[in-house]
């Protein structure tokens, strides 16, 4: 009867556990289409055997809960991958409105800051027109009217690029301030889990706090250390602490030298914080390297056409007679003849020998409003001579700008804006696609055996080892169609 | 050579790299097994070709497709890091599966202590 009664008991403990596995199965099903969520599995537990007659019987196994099916290799190496492609994605946005502002389409209605490789021309090309008759005003018009058109292109488009810079920054704060948000939760839920982990699986509260990281990953680089009964302490990537198991640490903003800067812990951690990655280090990426480096080449044109013209002008003789003379009392600089107001920095810079151009793009603006002062006589010559307007359209074959010419300057300064944009689509291009490689590991992973994580795996090589050939063939056939289209001579 | 076929091959040489990007991103095997052969056939018409005017347009879809091509090379350069990823946590899941077999452990298919959830 025992022996029955024993059986019995084994049956029943079968179906118990058998039953308790449906319930996690269930809720899998359930759960299906719940954001985060991770597949748990039944964990068994052998029961301790049965002795009957001297002879041990086994006595099944016990559901003694669930367990989430998650990889934390996995899952940190697809947050990574989130925190580039993120990074890239707010940069790359950036770069497109800086390249949209720089070279516009014909006829396009972004095209607030024109088109100033044109621009420069066309201003030259005016001086060359008054070459043919000195004294005739529509031509002495053109030329004032060519050099509004430069000096507001050049303008419009640094004070666009300071308003892009100004975004940036207040959606910089806004990450800022969602990051905070984030950590203070994740430290939350790392208490929870804690206080869990030791006796039970924490698979619901993991799982919040795998999207918390998640998202974390896409505003911000950060990096993760596992601790005791399955905390995490989260830093950034370069180091700086943002959580410490139950306790998180905020990030605040303070204005630096005009600029929003971000601080944890009373330090500034602005620039480890570009080159961390996440939306926060495209936003910063952009903010501080790639705006301003437009600026500057934007500047640095501003600065040597103005100067250059201003100085030739006050050298010649305009229409009445008069050669250029300093302004009395005047603290920027300025001459009787200048065309352009002079550069912001240019009374430093005469008084220091220096070459700061900064501000010079912004603030270029045409002062000279009557066109008789353009100066296109050489002293002496008297003012029907031409001689000064030939000197001023030289300067656009002149090697002014960084040792080049106006005209080239702006033009290999867009070519390599282009070239950057390019380089940043391609990469985020890339790493998109490796994330897409990667949630579909990690969701293959979440939800199968090990026989059908081998199955994953396979795919992932099998498909790698194909691009590979692809890659290597497509390489030859490229080779081989640009040799193709090359021409020979034969002798 | 049949100048139509080549044509058609020139014409979605672009679109050709491209694709073969989507279908790695996608780990779509079959796809870029179907690729391996339609570029190794298009290896071999372009050895071929004479035509002096399909060459120059050859030349021409190649340069088009370089920046396609470097986004390819770097798509194939994140698989590889993630193979890496993959192929290592593979290597201590079974690690942890030999251990558990000399312990005799029930839970055969349980997460791994450091590359799981640690919950055990």
């Known amino acids: 009867m025992g022996t029955i009664n024993s059986a019995m008991s084994l049956i029943g403990g079968a179906l118990d556990a058998d039953q308790d596995a449906l319930s996690v199965v269930a809720n899998n099903v359930a759960n299906a289409n719940t954001a985060g969520y991770t597949d748990e599995k039944p964990d068994w537990q052998e029961n301790a055997p049965i002795t009957v007659g001297g002879i041990q019987i086994g006595d099944g196994v016990t559901e003694t809960g669930a367990t989430s099916q998650r990889d934390r290799v996995l899952e940190e190496r697809l947050d990574q991958q989130q925190q580039i492609a993120a990074a890239s994605s707010a940069r790359l946005a950036s770069l497109n409105n800086i390249q949209a502002l720089l070279t516009p389409d014909s006829g396009s209605s972004s095209a607030t800051a024109g088109d100033i490789g044109s621009d420069i021309t066309n201003f030259f090309d005016a001086f060359s027109s008054l070459e043919s008759d000195p004294t005739d005003n529509a031509l002495r018009e053109q030329v004032l009217s060519s050099a509004s058109t430069l000096a507001g292109d050049i303008s419009s488009a640094a004070n666009s690029l300071n308003g892009q810079s100004a975004a940036l920054s207040q959606n910089a704060t806004g990450i800022a301030s969602q990051v905070n948000s984030l950590t203070g939760a994740i430290a939350q839920l790392n208490l929870e889990i804690e206080s869990t982990s030791p006796d039970a699986d924490a698979g619901t509260l993991e799982d919040e706090r795998q999207q918390d990281l998640s998202q974390l990953s896409q505003l911000i680089g950060i990096n993760q250390v596992a601790t005791e009964n399955n905390g995490l302490s989260i830093t950034t990537t370069s180091g700086q602490l943002l959580v410490s198991e139950g306790e998180s640490f905020q990030l605040t903003t303070g204005t630096v030298d005009g600029a929003t800067d971000f601080f944890l812990g009373g330090t500034d951690i602005t620039s480890q914080l570009a080159s961390g990655g996440g939306q926060l280090g495209g936003y910063l990426t952009a903010r501080d390297q790639d705006i301003p480096s437009a600026l500057n080449s934007l500047n640095q044109i501003a600065y040597y056409i103005s100067t250059q013209v201003n100085t030739d002008n006050n050298a010649g003789v305009d229409a009445e007679g008069n050669t250029g003379a300093p302004v009395a009392g005047s603290i920027t600089g300025a001459w009787t003849l200048d065309i352009f107001s002079p550069p912001p920095t240019y009374a430093a810079n005469l008084a220091s020998d220096g070459t700061d151009t900064s501000g010079a793009a912004a603030a270029m603006t045409v002062v000279m409003t009557d066109p008789n002062q353009i100066a296109a006589a050489s002293a002496g010559n008297g003012t029907g001579d031409n001689s000064n307007a030939v000197t001023m359209a030289g300067i656009a074959n002149q090697a002014i700008v960084d040792e080049q010419t106006p005209v080239n300057f702006y033009s290999n300064f867009v070519s390599t804006l282009g070239s950057m944009v390019s380089e940043v689509q391609a990469e985020n291009t890339a790493q998109n696609a490796s994330v897409t490689q990667l949630q579909t590991q990690n969701n293959a992973l979440s939800s199968v055996n090990l026989n059908d994580e081998a199955a994953a795996m396979s795919t992932l090589e099998t498909s790698y080892q194909a691009a590979s050939q692809v890659f290597t063939l497509l390489n030859t056939l490229m080779a081989s169609a640009l040799n193709l289209g090359e021409e020979t001579t034969v002798s | ?120």
């Open chain 2, 1 to 120: 050579m049949d100048n139509r076929t080549t044509k058609a091959a020139t014409i979605e040489l672009k679109a050709l790299v491209a694709e073969a990007s989507q279908a790695l991103a996608a780990l779509d095997a079959p796809r870029l097994e179907e690729l391996v052969h339609s570029c190794e056939a298009l290896n071999r018409e372009l050895a071929q070709e004479n035509n002096r005017e399909q060459r120059k347009q050859l030349a021409r879809q190649a340069r088009e497709a370089g920046s396609d091509m470097a986004v390819f090379g770097r798509v194939l350069e994140a698989t590889r890091a993630n193979l890496q990823v993959m192929n290592r946590l593979r290597e201590m899941r079974l690690g942890r599966l030999e251990y558990k077999a000399q312990g005799g452990a029930a839970d055969w298919a349980g997460p791994l202590p450091g590359s799981g959830d640690g919950n055990h």
